[in-house]
Structure formats: C-alpha cells, structure tokens
C-alpha cells in the first residue's frame, strides 16, 4: 500500500504540476477545474483505502468490527482537535451531521425559563431553519445583521441578555465567506449573562485557523465535507471540560462508560466526555474514510497555517484576475469594501444572473455554484494557478455571452 511522506510547500502548489494533484486522482483533479472547495473539495485517494477497509473488517469481524471502529473515531477526534486550537480530544463529540450535534444541545437549553435565542441573519441553513421553527413554537429568535462581519460578534454581545439561553454565530458566514470578528466579545457577554455561546466553525476550518483563544467555554461546531476533505458523516461539536448539559435528546450509546450526574430513582445519567452527546448506531465508514485523510494530511504538511497561505494566495489570484477582467459591476461584482485578509476560502461574486454564470461556466469546464445572486467561487490546493488563470478566462467568455445577449 502506497504511502506520501513529504511535506509539500506553498510553491508546489502554485506550479503548473501541482504537487498534490497526483494524489487526487481519482477525482481526476489535473483534468478538471473544480471550483467548488466552499462546499465539496475532492478526496484524496489515500480516503478509498479507509472506506474499502471500513468493508473488509465488517466482513471479517462481524460485531467485533465495532473496536477497530472506535479506534477509528479516536483519530477523528485527534484531527479535529488539531484544527480547534486550544481543544483535547475528550472534550470533542462527533455526529454524522452538525444538525446532529445542535439538535443535541438545544434540547439541553433551559429553554422553560430562558426563552430567548440570540443568532445572526447570516447563518447557515442548519441554523436558520431549526431556529425558525423553533419561533413558530413560540421562542423568541433574535437575528443581528452579519454584515459587516467584521463587528457581526459585537452586535451578537448587545443583543444577549438574561433572557437568552444561548447565542449562535459563525466563524465565518457561508454566503459571503467574510470572517466573523468580535467573538471573544460574545463569548463574554454570555458569561455574563449566564447564557451558552456556539460558534459554527464550519467555514474556516482549514481555510481560516480558529482557536479558543477568548472562547474557552464555547460550544463549537464543525465538520469535514467542506475544506477537511473528509466526506460526509463527520462532524463534531467541541465543549468545554466541565460540560454537565444532560441533552434530552439522547442515543443508547450514551449509557457507555463511566455514568456521572445519577440522581437517583429513574433519572437518565451520562457519561464524562464525548458520551455526553451520543447518539446511537452508526455507520462507522465516515471514521474510516476520515482517519486516512487527516493522516494523510499530517504527511503532506498540509497545516491550517499552510492552507490558509495558500488559500489567501488563491483567492487575491482570482479577485485580481477578476478585476481586471473589468466586467460591467451590475451584470457581475465583488464587494471591495471588505479587504482580502478578511475573507475565508472562497471568493464570492454578485450577480442577478449568478444562476446562468454558474450553467455558462459549466459548459466551459469550470464548476462551482451560487446561492441566489452570489457566485462562489471557491479554489482548492490541489489546483495550480494555470488553473485558475483557465478558469478566469472562462468567466470573461461566459460574462461576454451574457452582455450579448442582453
């Protein structure tokens, strides 16, 4: 079985042979010009030799498959750690879906007495539908602008007050990929206050370091299908050490382990740790698949300080070659008020015809997506910059085709 060793550094990545392309190969990477890292970059070949293997110990161990599983979900645990600055691996849960893992801890609010929930108008959709439906049931949901990001933490603080169970804001929002800034400050105002904070890390991890730094009792939510490069089925939830929220919607997998908090007579008891948040029987291939990719991660140097220098580099390579392109601002533009440092791993363009771009480029090639009028573009490190250049010139001739037909 092939194994990588060797670190690779930023410029082998920019070059026309880029160093990782060869180990992506049977997404076909160096043949395709795949712009779709804000949502689903490729998997490295070395994540088939886990999900095969996932197969071959089910077939070979039947139940006893489930300790070489645990191990499995053990090195989850370690890789997400390594990306949540600050976290131990025992303080994270893991859950097939960062819905999951929320539904888990809003059903341990004190939601009877605190009715109030803090969020922003940017968040993502796990968020933003959960949350609204939670209103119609009668919680009040307070929504604070997200733009400017910058202050967005800020405004979240303000609107927290005794009232409020919990506030919820992302590291950096899906939509505009601008970084959220003032999270310390939220973080402190819910102290204050005596309400929980969670941070939805989704967006910026290995794209934006994040750290704990400020946010020691933070609850914070993540997962691999977007720049980790994990697939779907992994996610996790960070809480802190002396975590004791006894979440009403619970799995039997919970009841493993050493139990705390007994009460007596027919209470539910949990366990210390990632149990805590267990659900039940799970499909354990996601583990498999995501234990080889964060060690082939390790080898490859692929750190969160190096993939947020490459994605920085990307991202100003397709915002000036954007500009220069100089295309009518209202067929298509780029908020300029935000500076590049401020931005995730995605660049995002506005358009009312973003729908028709996103086909336009298609049939040239170039993938990516849009949601409503917002194209995004979103590189990834396994594309050298001639890529990217070829996908420019792809948005010029698919802007082109959109001014003469108008």
């Given at each position: 079985?092939?194994?990588?060793?060797?670190?690779?550094?930023?410029?082998?990545?920019?070059?026309?042979?880029?160093?990782?392309a060869?180990?992506?190969g049977?997404?076909r990477v160096?043949?395709r010009?795949l712009l779709?890292?804000?949502?689903?970059?490729?998997?490295?070949?070395?994540?088939?030799?886990?999900?095969?293997?996932?197969?071959?110990?089910?077939?070979a161990f039947?139940?006893?498959?489930?300790?070489?599983?645990?191990?499995?979900?053990?090195r989850?645990?370690?890789?997400?750690?390594?990306?949540?600055?600050?976290?131990?691996?025992?303080?994270?849960?893991?859950?097939?879906s960062?819905?999951?893992?929320?539904?888990?801890?809003?059903?341990?609010?004190?939601?009877?007495?605190r009715r109030?929930l803090?969020t922003?108008?940017?968040?993502?959709?796990?968020?933003?539908?959960?949350?609204?439906?939670?209103?119609?049931?009668g919680m009040?949901?307070?929504?604070?602008?997200?733009?400017?990001?910058?202050?967005?933490?800020?405004?979240?603080?303000?609107?927290?007050?005794?009232?409020?169970?919990?506030?919820?804001v992302?590291?950096?929002?899906?939509?505009?990929?601008?970084?959220?800034?003032?999270?310390?400050?939220a973080?402190?105002?819910?102290?204050?206050?005596?309400?929980?904070?969670?941070v939805?890390?989704y967006?910026?991890?290995?794209?934006?370091?994040?750290?704990?730094?400020?946010?020691?009792?933070?609850?914070?939510?993540?997962?691999?299908?977007?720049?980790?490069?994990?697939?779907?089925?992994?996610?996790?939830?960070r809480?802190?050490?002396?975590?004791?929220l006894?979440?009403?919607?619970?799995?039997?997998?919970?009841?493993?382990?050493?139990?705390?908090?007994?009460?007596?007579?027919?209470?539910?008891?949990?366990?210390?740790?990632?149990?805590?948040?267990?659900?039940?029987?799970y499909?354990?291939?996601?583990?498999?698949?995501?234990?080889?990719?964060?060690?082939?991660?390790?080898?490859?140097?692929?750190?969160?300080?190096?993939?947020?220098?490459v994605?920085?580099?990307?991202?100003e390579?397709?915002?000036?070659?954007?500009?220069?392109?100089?295309?009518?601002?209202?067929?298509?533009?780029r908020?300029?008020?935000?500076?590049?440092?401020?931005v995730?791993?995605?660049?995002?363009?506005?358009?009312?015809?973003?729908?028709?771009?996103?086909?336009?480029?298609?049939?040239?090639?170039?993938?990516?997506?849009?949601?409503?009028?917002?194209?995004?573009?979103?590189?990834?490190?396994?594309?050298?910059?001639?890529?990217?250049?070829?996908?420019?010139?792809?948005?010029?001739?698919?802007?082109?085709?959109?001014?003469?037909?108008?």
């Amino acid at each position: 079985m092939k194994r990588v060793q060797s670190a690779v550094t930023p410029e082998e990545l920019y070059a026309d042979a880029n160093a990782l392309a060869p180990d992506y190969g049977r997404f076909r990477v160096a043949e395709r010009l795949l712009l779709t890292g804000h949502s689903h970059q490729a998997w490295p070949d070395r994540g088939f030799e886990g999900q095969e293997r996932a197969w071959l110990d089910a077939a070979a161990f039947l139940d006893e498959k489930w300790e070489r599983a645990y191990e499995r979900a053990d090195r989850v645990r370690d890789g997400f750690a390594r990306l949540v600055a600050g976290a131990k691996s025992r303080e994270i849960a893991l859950g097939a879906s960062t819905h999951d893992l929320v539904v888990r801890f809003l059903s341990a609010l004190p939601l009877g007495e605190r009715r109030r929930l803090v969020t922003t108008d940017g968040e993502f959709h796990t968020l933003r539908r959960q949350l609204s439906r939670l209103e119609e049931e009668g919680m009040e949901v307070v929504r604070v602008a997200s733009h400017p990001a910058a202050s967005a933490g800020l405004r979240v603080a303000e609107a927290v007050d005794d009232r409020t169970a919990a506030a919820f804001v992302s590291a950096v929002f899906f939509k505009t990929a601008h970084i959220a800034g003032g999270l310390g400050e939220a973080a402190r105002a819910c102290r204050e206050r005596g309400a929980l904070f969670l941070v939805d890390a989704y967006h910026a991890l290995d794209a934006v370091p994040f750290s704990l730094e400020g946010l020691e009792d933070a609850y914070v939510v993540g997962g691999g299908y977007k720049y980790c490069q994990l697939g779907e089925g992994n996610a996790f939830l960070r809480f802190p050490e002396d975590c004791r929220l006894r979440p009403v919607v619970t799995g039997w997998f919970a009841e493993f382990g050493a139990l705390s908090g007994a009460g007596g007579g027919d209470r539910v008891t949990y366990p210390k740790g990632p149990g805590r948040f267990a659900g039940s029987t799970y499909d354990p291939t996601s583990h498999y698949r995501a234990a080889e990719v964060f060690a082939y991660f390790e080898e490859r140097g692929l750190t969160p300080s190096l993939l947020r220098e490459v994605s920085r580099h990307q991202v100003e390579l397709l915002a000036r070659g954007f500009d220069a392109l100089d295309v009518a601002p209202d067929l298509v533009d780029r908020d300029r008020d935000v500076p590049l440092e401020r931005v995730g791993g995605f660049l995002t363009l506005a358009s009312p015809r973003a729908a028709e771009l996103v086909h336009l480029l298609r049939e040239r090639g170039v993938r990516t997506d849009q949601r409503a009028d917002r194209l995004r573009l979103g590189p990834a490190p396994y594309l050298s910059d001639g890529q990217l250049r070829d996908a420019l010139t792809a948005m010029e001739e698919s802007v082109r085709a959109l001014e003469a037909a108008l």
